[in-house]
């Protein structure tokens, strides 16, 4: 077999079958096929499709180009993923509270990508903390703390590494077959017993429609599904920063104001409707009410906290972090309030255009050599539906510099719509699949 012969039923509209999928992944692990032949591959795929059993050999294969993980441990191997969204930091308060209900949690989680936050970066904020852990580093930390979040090391789904950088430069991305298996390769190859998908639809989502979020969750799991994971996806909205912050270091700030002070608000309700169909599926609780309660009760009593804290100090972190998070946090030059042009409700919040004005301030990248402030971004953003006086503040900007600041304001000011009459919100937890 080669990449010709594979190809070749690509153009020519022929199912592939699972000894193509298998050698292409395989390919493109150890290089035996060129980027003009991957980005073709991509290409092919993004046009013709593959059939749910190409999916799921294709995302079987993906993950088997790797090290796949196996665990030895007296209880179930959960783990959730998010389609990305902004102020979206539930994993930071998930993977604790879900440790301190019993279940382990080796959480590959990835950067910031376009408008949205990552996880990485968000962690990465914290003074020391490492997430490149080699694989030992991770069996040893969860086992003894019960989670961890990490990248992935270089021998996790090398296929996807290679195809996802060619997808980026062959305008592919965007295919929910690649989607699928570059997700589920990943994510499968930390040997799971269940997955939880968080998936996003909104302004502030990649995937902007319920018809487009549907689709996508309901591709993940059944591919997932028939791997023998079982999972389920989550449909929650982002039509709203999940927290008022947007950053790296103003994001764990709100994440400790949960973990140690305020356990309430959307962050709270989405990390609970997640987390009790993880334990329902880990066999932890009795059903996913039961569950989310657990996860509520695992952060109101200050459980997931000292979990956290435990995490954060096992991968390098400072020990005292949960007892004194605000001294450790690094703090932006400048800090300036938007105030509102009138008076009025909040009709609209383009979470996008919020999102990517944090990466115009240093927040995100723009090219993957880039690098991050983790001190800069947006808190207090006003919420979606709220009555405001003109001069209310509808954000507080944090930047290196006044005429980064300067540019901020202007997108903060287009970003948020304020008119007549207050607008319905929609719910935030919108539909289970699978």
Not at 115 to 136: F, M, Q, R, V, Y
Not at 177 to 205: E, F, H, P, Q, R
Not at 338 to 343: G, R, S
């Amino acid at each position: 077999m080669n990449a010709r012969v594979v190809l070749a039923k690509l153009r020519h509209r022929q199912a592939l079958s699972q000894e193509d999928l298998g050698w292409i992944a395989q390919a493109l692990a150890d290089g035996g096929i060129s980027d003009a032949q991957a980005g073709a591959f991509a290409m092919g795929i993004c046009l013709n499709g593959l059939t749910d059993e190409g999916r799921v050999a294709l995302t079987l294969a993906m993950r088997d180009s790797g090290r796949v993980l196996e665990w030895d441990l007296d209880g179930p191997v959960l783990d959730k993923h998010s389609t990305g969204g902004v102020g979206d930091c539930v994993s930071l308060i998930l993977a604790p509270a879900l440790a301190a209900c019993g279940a382990y949690v080796p959480m590959i989680s990835g950067r910031g990508l376009g408008h949205t936050g990552g996880t990485l970066d968000k962690l990465e904020a914290i003074p020391g903390l490492s997430t490149n852990l080699d694989p030992e580093q991770l069996n040893r930390i969860v086992g003894t703390v019960g989670c961890a979040i990490v990248s992935a090391s270089a021998d996790i789904a090398p296929a996807d590494k290679r195809l996802y950088a060619v997808r980026d430069v062959s305008s592919t991305v965007d295919s929910l077959d690649l989607i699928t298996a570059s997700i589920l390769s990943k994510k499968l190859a930390a040997g799971l017993d269940g997955l939880v998908l968080d998936v996003k639809v909104g302004n502030g989502a990649f995937m902007k429609s319920m018809d487009e979020a549907r689709a996508l969750a309901e591709a993940l799991t059944k591919t997932a599904n028939a791997a023998k994971c079982r999972t389920t996806a989550v449909i929650t909205d982002m039509s709203q920063p999940l927290v008022p912050s947007l950053g790296n270091a103003l994001e764990v700030a709100e994440i400790m104001r949960v973990l140690t002070d305020q356990p309430t608000g959307p962050i709270v309700e989405v990390a609970a409707s997640l987390g009790g169909v993880l334990l329902a599926n880990g066999g932890l609780s009795q059903d996913v009410q039961a569950g989310a309660d657990a996860i509520v009760t695992a952060i109101t009593s200050g459980a997931a906290a000292e979990t956290f804290g435990k995490m954060l100090a096992a991968m390098g972190g400072p020990v005292a972090f949960v007892e004194n998070w605000a001294r450790f946090l690094p703090e932006a030059n400048v800090i300036r309030e938007v105030a509102a042009p009138q008076t009025g409700h909040i009709q609209h919040i383009d979470g996008e255009a919020l999102g990517l004005a944090v990466v115009a301030l240093g927040g995100g990248r723009v090219i993957e050599s880039d690098q991050i402030n983790p001190a800069v971004g947006l808190s207090d953003v006003i919420r979606l539906g709220q009555n405001v006086a003109r001069g209310q503040t509808l954000a507080v900007i944090h930047a290196a510099r006044s005429e980064d600041a300067d540019q901020a304001a202007a997108a903060v000011r287009s970003a948020i719509r304020i008119g007549d009459g207050k607008p319905d919100v929609p719910d935030l937890i919108l539909e289970r699949v699978g």
